[in-house]
């Protein structure tokens, strides 16, 4: 089978090398995201469809502004601050205003260009390194190479709008003073980043290839697409290849596919309008519409990305790569109608024809079906057999439940030490979080808004997300080259029974001697007013461990049933490295029979019931211990710990009651089920019964052998027989 695959490979890359020697479509300018015939069609549909009308008059404003102040090409000297922001500034005017030239024929727009161009062209010969430059992509213009890509990206575009008006004297002047050389620091100096399969990578690429469309360059276009060497090593193809899994699924996770699909998606709309024969938008069956809808379903209702990895928490699809993603792919993939439900939260649309046409079909269908966001499991790795992200939706979208399994490969430099970490949403909110990554972006008194050292010593510990840490160290040491070679397992997924969805993942690697298994269920049952959440948590090893379990919840904590010393005069640090120094411990107890607490969000109450004894201690912690800059958030978990060889956490996650406070008004402030108890745990099965009011009883039953729906299963336990068949049952008493 490898060798069937290397031999195809080997066709398309001959294939595509040998397509790309020919001449481009066309030469006359614009030619890169917006096209001559672009221009006519936008030109022809002013007035006529308000979204794009809007955008319009929003570059507009924008661009007046811009040409009532002096032009300011500064000289760098901050990651965050001014000149950073003013360089970002410079090219986003720029491109606005060469989409407003092409359109208007506007020269003032054209002229601006030329002269912002022409400062630059006086600016860059004399840059060295950045000052504020950090690890090993060092830019010029910016800090790090990543940001100047980006530049390059939007500048070409401006660019090729504006190559026709320009002399030839002013072409040579700009070109040899700083797009070549930019180019060339890219494929040269900074050649090991071009090749890189990485975001960055990506962006670079792009940033050579569009510049290469502009100039006419086939040079610079071949390296684009196959790398450096043009071996096909590296380059954009490459990157399609290696980023994305079958699925469409981003390695990097929810919040890095936000930002490194806009150079894919303009990257491959420039080799479209430029090299049509290449078919960029079918390769690899459509990787590109498939990323772009898995990108949506790793958002929650709100348009929030789920925040694994490196993430920020207020990042949603109204971001601007989502909107050049939707439209492109609306434009190119079909008129999916339940896309312009999202394009009319982003209120916004790009200045070309894909932009046009989403708001032409929004003015025809202004009461678009809403996008469906569904259980679905997004498989990693290039051949999607490198685990998985797996999500669990039930509900209205204003109201929906959504768990989150996460049992994929590392996410490489981006990517957390947290296989097997959960998530939790409901109520139009994250009620357990991942606390994501600690920058503040673009901030500079905060590391000049980089990352933070917090972010690899606190967020990416295994301590900081709601898994199982052993012996308060983190997963694969905390090493991301052994991360990256063991990636998590799917077991099974199941979402048939829309009132029974099941997920369970395992991670065989994380700890030498360890396995794992996490089971989650999302489940609707008529004795409760919301889904519910399963949670059966398997570790086994045949030497003795600590197995610490966190929940770090969102809200406000209203009641347990431990009994708890709280160290309300004096509070120490949970631990002394791995992120467990940065937990405040403020309670700790010992539970006797199921542990269970309740906190308030909103205007419902959580309860989590866990099976536990009288061995299971329980810490209420608090992050923000050996932080005197304040760079970490102040919220609240509770920890369960136990020593064993090997243990079953089985925990009831169940929503309920109603708080208003305006009408002083609390109603089921104390949830149904009061016991989970771990029946049997064996390499065969793990057998848990759930008992609440009302005669509650529920007996679930996880198949922990190899995954097979239609297997029949008869476990023994202490003379009682438990029968089913498949991975997953629930018999209801």
Known sequence: MKKIILLTDLFLLFFFCTCVQISFAQAEHPRLILTAGDVNLIKEGLGKYPLFDLSVNQAKDKIETALKNPIDVPIPKDAGGYTHEKHKKNYNEMYLAGVLYSVTKDERYAKFIRDMLMKYADLYPTLKNHPMAAGESVGRLFWQTLNETVWLVHTSQAYDCIYEYLSQKERDKIEKSVLRPMAKFFTEEHAPEFNRIHNH??????????????????????????????????????????????????????????????????????????????????????????????????????????????????????????????????????????????????????????????????????????FEWKSVELTDGANGDEGAVGILRSGPVSDQTLALLKYPAQGMGHGHFDRLNFIYYNQGRELLQDYGSVRFINIEPKFGGRYMKENNTWAKQTISHNTITVDERSQFEGKLSIAEKNPGERHFFSTSDPNLQVMSGKASNTYPGVQMQRTIAVVKDQKFSEPVVIDIFRVTSDQQHQYDLPFYYMGQFIHTNLKYNGFDKEQKPFGEANGYQYLWKEAEGNADGSAQFTWLNGQRYYSITTSADSTTKVFFTRIGASDPEYNLRREPAVILRTNARSHVYASFLEPHGYFEPVAERSDGATGIVNEVNVVSSTDEATIVEIKGKDSLCWTIMINNGPALDTKNHEVSVNGKIYKWTGNFSIQKH
């Open 201 to 370: 990578g990506t962006w670079t690429v792009t940033a050579v290839g569009m510049l290469g469309y502009a100039l006419h360059d086939k040079d610079l276009v071949e390296k684009a697409l196959y790398g450096t060497k043009k071996d096909g090593n590296g380059g954009f193809l490459k990157q399609l290849d290696l980023l994305f899994s079958p699925d469409g699924y981003y390695t990097e996770g929810a919040y890095y596919i936000r930002y490194a699909i806009l150079p894919f998606v303009l990257f491959a709309q420039a080799i479209e309008n430029n090299q049509p024969e290449l078919r960029i938008f079918e390769y690899r069956n459509q990787i590109l519409k498939k990323a772009f809808y898995s990108a949506m379903q790793l958002t929650y209702t709100d348009g929030r990305f789920i925040p694994f990895n490196d993430a920020l928490k207020d990042m949603r699809f109204t971001a601007n790569e989502m909107v050049t993603a939707l439209d492109i792919t609306y434009r190119q993939y079909g008129a999916d109608h339940t896309l312009l439900s999202i394009a009319k939260e982003q209120n916004a649309v790009l200045l070309n024809g894909a932009g046009l046409a989403v708001a032409r079909d929004l003015t025809t269908f202004p009461n678009p079906p809403m």
